[in-house]
């Protein structure tokens, strides 16, 4: 058998725990910045705290950013050309 040791086996559990909220954090942000931006159109005018107010005015830049981003990954499955990442690098 093989042994590892606590250290080793808690390591690999917090990897696998943080790549898997990485993977739904990637997979969620088009649909939450997309609501974000709906809930900006629709809400009333000071009708939520300054924090939420903030988050909300800046929903449409991080709901492009978004979508470029999974644009971008899409074409990276199908592309290996590296100057076809156009002007999202330049926005990060």
């Known amino acids: 058998m093989h042994k590892q040791s606590a250290s080793a086996n808690v390591f690999t559990i917090v990897t696998l725990l943080c ?6 954090l990637t997979r969620a942000a088009v649909p939450l910045t997309g609501g ?7 809400a009333p005018e000071g009708g939520y705290p300054f924090v939420v107010e ?4 800046l929903a449409p830049f991080f709901f492009g950013l978004a979508c470029m981003h ?8 199908t592309h290996s050309d ?5 002007i999202y690098y330049l926005c990060l």
Not at 19 to 24: F, M, P, Q
Not at 36 to 42: A, C, F
Not at 82 to 86: C, E, I, R, T, Y
């Open 19 to 24: 790549r898997t909220i990485v993977a739904l």
């Open 82 to 86: 590296a100057f076809s990442g156009g």
């Open 54 to 57: 903030d988050a909300l005015t």
């Open 36 to 42: 974000m931006v709906l809930l900006k159109r629709l």
């Open 70 to 77: 999974s644009l971008h990954a899409g074409r990276r499955r």
